[in-house]
């Protein structure tokens, strides 16, 4: 054996071990510690909430909104209000326009709720459909949750919410959906989505995708966004997040399905635990097999804890967005306001980890009280570390600013100079 030659070898092999460990460092992902907030906020339009996002085919941002008016007619006029709607949104951070009348969206008004709420405020689904008993009406409204586009197919989760078991309960989730190319939305089961009758009596078929589940579980949803037209995702699978039911919500549930199968319930898959090797284990079919992809602080209100995830092709990193409403051991749903905290994974289904948490966030005045926390999944800065947050501020009881509020955001990594 030629030891010289040997030697030579060792020397080189060790050299290239230690170029490749210097050079590994580089590919190495950051990880985020912290959140500075601009303390300027955008408060935009009449009122409203949710504001979940999705970024369309186009390029432009569409958002659902509830529970309000959305913008003003251009004469200045009050628009209807209604339970849900889809807005496009273009733009950018700073002069961001929303145009309600670009999508030909179904006509899901306000109806009714007079035992709840007092007088209908028309025009209403009981002036248009005067046979239909109160009753009736209180048990059958629609709020739009998650929505995304796919493929230039932009589908909207809507959760079914009933007065049986205590209002603003969700039991049940449809999915309508709007064809690449094509004007009108259909229900997940073919129907025409625009048919008032349909989901005012429940004719026509099963609406629900998901309607008494375990622990009404997947009731109100939300969906990881991968960029414009969902086209940073590489394995082709769709994946939605939703708490755990009304009573449960602290338990984070998720479900996974391909990407051209999500109108059909039998190809869904339930995450149930991530294994020894960092990956997600599903189950297709038995949804009381799911399991907690992540758990949140308890004791908090059923309306807390829906993420809004986003895929940061600039970090390499989800980060997901969430808050809670009606602190523990407040009577009142906005008695103070709701929680905010951020986490991050490089994985979809985690593990999760929090690097930003306040129990009771504010911005500006101390009247304020946040509601359901989304991120925009556009208008993310070239080094990704600056997003945009969007909530709903209940001040005032749901007046003063329940609206479009936007603030930028500025994620602080621990590889920052």
């Known amino acids: 054996m030629n030891y010289r030659y040997t030697n030579v070898f060792i020397i080189l092999l060790f050299t290239l071990l230690i170029v490749s460990c210097k050079g590994s460092k580089k590919y190495s992902v950051a990880h985020p510690i912290g959140v500075e907030f601009n303390t300027k906020v955008m408060r935009l339009g009449d009122n409203g909430d949710n504001w979940c996002m999705t970024i369309g085919e186009d390029g432009s941002l569409y958002t659902a909104l509830c529970d309000g008016r959305g913008w003003y007619n251009k004469d200045g006029s009050m628009k209807d209000f209604k339970n849900h709607q889809v807005l496009k949104i273009t733009g950018g951070p700073d002069s961001a326009s929303f145009h309600p009348k670009m999508i030909h969206y179904p006509d899901y008004s306000r109806t009714g709720l007079t035992e709840i709420h007092g007088p209908i405020m028309p025009p209403d689904s009981v002036i248009e459909y005067p046979r239909l008993s109160k009753k009736l009406l209180s048990d059958w409204n629609w709020y739009g949750y998650g929505i995304v586009s796919v493929d230039g197919n932009l589908y909207q989760f ?147 804890w829906s993420p809004s995830v986003v895929w940061n092709k600039k970090l390499g990193l989800f980060i997901m967005v969430t808050g809670g409403t009606q602190p523990p051991g407040t009577t009142e749903t906005h008695e103070k306001s709701g929680s905010l905290m951020f986490l991050y994974a490089e994985k979809p289904w985690g593990p999760w980890k929090q690097f930003y948490w306040k129990e009771n966030w504010q911005v500006g005045e101390e009247i304020n009280r946040l509601y359901l926390p989304q991120l925009a999944p556009k208008w993310i800065s070239e080094d990704g570390k600056t997003m945009q947050l969007v909530f709903s501020d209940a001040a005032n009881s749901h007046t003063t600013y329940y609206k479009w509020n936007m603030l930028e955001v500025r994620i602080k990594m621990d590889n920052d100079k």
Request: aromatic share 16%; hydrophobic share 30%; net charge positive.
């Open 158 to 304: 809507i959760s079914h919410c009933g007065a049986r078991k205590g209002w603003g309960w969700f039991d049940g989730t449809q999915v309508i959906w709007r064809p690449k190319g094509e004007k009108n939305w259909k229900r997940w089961n073919g129907t025409d989505a625009h048919d008032r009758n349909r989901w005012l009596l429940n004719e026509g078929g099963n609406q629900l995708l998901f309607f008494n589940e375990p622990d009404n579980a997947f009731s109100f949803i939300s969906v990881a966004q991968f960029g414009k037209d969902y086209q940073e995702n590489k394995d082709g699978y769709v994946y939605i997040y939703s708490p755990e039911g009304n009573l449960k919500a602290s338990n984070l549930n998720m479900a996974r399905v391909k990407k051209e199968d999500i109108l059909n319930r039998d190809k869904w898959e339930y995450f149930t635990r991530i294994n020894e090797k960092g990956d997600a284990e599903w189950i297709k079919g038995d949804i009381s097999k799911r399991g907690v992809v992540h758990q949140f602080p308890e004791g908090w209100g059923f309306y807390s």
